[in-house]
């Protein structure tokens, strides 16, 4: 990223944005410096898969995993990994139950507060406003805090 922000520097063209898989369960940008060097050259991080496939939402469980195979087979649906997303999951409710707001919004919110830009995917309208309440409420420090801390052993 660096090398292509110099690239296009050189050219005075400025690089916008890296698009990047970014969620409560998979941080791997901040390990990995692409979300340093983003904030540090002032370019906008676009956070895909926001949700971890729906992970984030409550959808799926452990007892009730997703039906299609492909989704089965990757990233939080593998393995004991629904298992130890539940307390992020619980702390996702506890947190949405105080600002009136579903898990799913909850995740996308800690994302913007992050200074990031989530696009998460959406079946339909209702999915569509729904993600679309991430962007009326804030999440206090204690908050953003406690996500954070919750997930830190999905940092990489």
């Not at 390990?31 to 939402?57: H, K, N, S």
């Not at 995993?65 to 409710?93: H, I, N, Y």
């Not at 989530?118 to 420090?141: C, M, V, W, Y």
């Amino acid at each position: 990223m660096r090398r292509a922000h110099a690239a296009l520097a050189e050219r005075g063209i400025p690089l916008a944005s890296n698009q990047v898989e970014y969620s409560l369960l998979h941080r791997e940008p901040e390990v990995d410096g692409v979300l340093a060097a983003c904030r540090e050259l002032g370019v906008t991080l676009v956070a895909y898969m926001p949700l971890a496939m729906g992970a984030l939402t409550g959808k799926y469980t452990s007892r009730s995993r997703p039906p299609d195979r492909l989704r089965r087979s990757v990233g939080p649906f593998r393995g004991d990994r629904l298992d130890r997303a539940a307390p992020v999951l619980e702390r996702l409710g506890e947190i949405g139950e105080r600002h009136g707001k579903t898990r799913g919004q909850v995740a996308l919110r800690w994302l913007i507060e992050q200074d990031t830009v989530p696009i998460p995917g959406a079946k339909d309208a209702r999915q569509a406003a729904e993600n679309a309440g991430a962007l009326d409420f804030r999440l206090s420090k204690e908050d953003i805090e406690s996500l954070s801390d919750a997930t830190q052993g999905w940092r990489g």
